[in-house]
C-alpha cells in the first residue's frame, strides 16, 4: 500500500514526511497506537481519524482468505533416485576453532568450502548442504550422469589432494576425511511454502555421514556398493565392517587408495548373446522412429 496515497485519501497529506522520516510503512502501520501518533505530533483529532482508518485496515485483512499454498511439483513431492553421497568434513576442526578467533575460523571455513565445492561441481555433483564444517554432495540427483559412483570417486581424491595446497595458503595444516556411499534415497523440496531446498533423504545419506566418521584423517571411506560399481578399477583395501544406526546388519566399508583409468579393452564381450543384441538394434530402431527412449536391463555371468 503507498502510505503517502492513502494519508492523502484521509486529508492527512500534512504528515507525509512524518511518516517518512520514521520509516512507517505499510507493514508497520496496524501496530501503530495512539502514544506512536502523539510522538509524531498530531493533534487529537488526527489522531482519533487515523486510528479509526488503521481499524478498518484490520478489519479488511483479517476478513481476506489465507494464501493457499502453491500446488507441489513433483520435485517437492519426492521421487526415489539411485545416487552416490559424498561427505567431507575438516579434521579437528573444533580443536582448530578454540585456537583461532572468528575471522581466521570464517577464513578457514570459507576456503574450504570453496575448494571443496568447485571440485564437486567440476565433476557435475550437486553441494546439498554445508553442515558445520562439512560438505555434503549429491551424485545422481537432481541429474543422474549414468556414471555418479566414479565422479563421487573422482571428487573426494581430489578433495583430499587439494588440501596440501591449501594447507600452504593459509599457514596451518588442513587435513580431511571423507566417506561416500551409494544407494537409494528420497530426493525432494523439503521445507515450508515460503522456503524449500532440494535435499535427500534416506539411509545412503546417514551410511556416508557415518563412513566419514569413521575415516582417519585424510582418508576416503567408501561403502561395498561402490566397491562394487567400480571394483575393476579401485585402489583399494578392506577397512572392515561399521555398526551404523538403522542397519541391522553392521556394514562393510573399503578404504580408498586410488582409481586406475579405464580401458575399453578390459570390457567383457558379450557371449552368446546374438538374441539379445537382435533385440537392442530393433530397440534402438524403433527409439529413432518414434524419438523415445528405452531403458533395457541385461544380466549374466562375466566371460
Known amino acids: 500500500m503507498d502510505i503517502a496515497s492513502w494519508l492523502r485519501s484521509l486529508g492527512l497529506e500534512q504528515y507525509e514526511q512524518a511518516f517518512r522520516d520514521n520509516a512507517l510503512d505499510s507493514d508497520v502501520l496496524p501496530t501503530l497506537t495512539d502514544e506512536h501518533l502523539k510522538e509524531l505530533g498530531l493533534s487529537l ?144 523440496g523439503i521445507g515450508s511454502v515460503r522456503h524449500r531446498e532440494y535435499t535427500v533423504t534416506g539411509d545412503t545419506v546417514n551410511l556416508a555421514s557415518r563412513l566419514t566418521d569413521a575415516a582417519g584423517s585424510g582418508e576416503i571411506l567408501i561403502s561395498e556398493s561402490v566397491q562394487r560399481a567400480l571394483a575393476e578399477r579401485l585402489d583399494c583395501v578392506e577397512a572392515g565392517t561399521l555398526a551404523v544406526k538403522g542397519f541391522v546388519e553392521p556394514v562393510r566399508a573399503w578404504r580408498l587408495l586410488g582409481l586406475r583409468p579405464s580401458s575399453a579393452g578390459e570390457r567383457p564381450p558379450l557371449v552368446g548373446r546374438q538374441s539379445d543384441l537382435r533385440h537392442f538394434m530393433a530397440a534402438l530402431s524403433t527409439c529413432r522412429e518414434t524419438g523415445r527412449g528405452q531403458a533395457i536391463y541385461i544380466r549374466g555371468e562375466r566371460a
Open 45 to 188: 483529532g488526527h489522531r482519533l481519524r487515523l486510528l479509526k482508518a488503521i481499524a478498518a485496515l484490520r478489519t479488511i485483512a483479517a476478513a481476506q482468505p489465507p494464501t493457499e499454498a502453491p500446488p507441489l511439483t513433483s520435485a517437492m513431492r519426492g521421487e526415489r533416485r539411485q545416487v552416490t553421497v559424498l561427505f567431507a568434513d575438516l579434521v579437528g576442526y573444533t580443536a582448530l576453532s578454540n585456537q583461532l578467533d572468528a575471522e581466521e575460523v570464517h577464513e578457514l571455513l570459507g576456503s574450504f568450502f570453496a575448494c571443496a565445492d568447485r571440485i564437486v561441481e567440476e565433476h557435475e555433483g550437486h553441494i546439498d548442504k554445508h553442515i558445520g564444517d562439512c560438505v555434503m554432495a549429491v551424485f545422481g540427483a537432481p541429474i543422474a550422469h549414468g556414471n555418479d559412483a566414479e565422479r563421487a570417486v573422482r571428487a573426494a581424491l581430489a578433495i583430499r589432494d587439494a588440501m596440501p595446497e591449501l594447507s600452504a595458503r593459509l599457514g596451518r595444516p588442513i587435513s580431511v576425511h571423507v566417506g561416500v556411499a551409494g544407494g537409494q534415497v528420497l530426493a525432494s
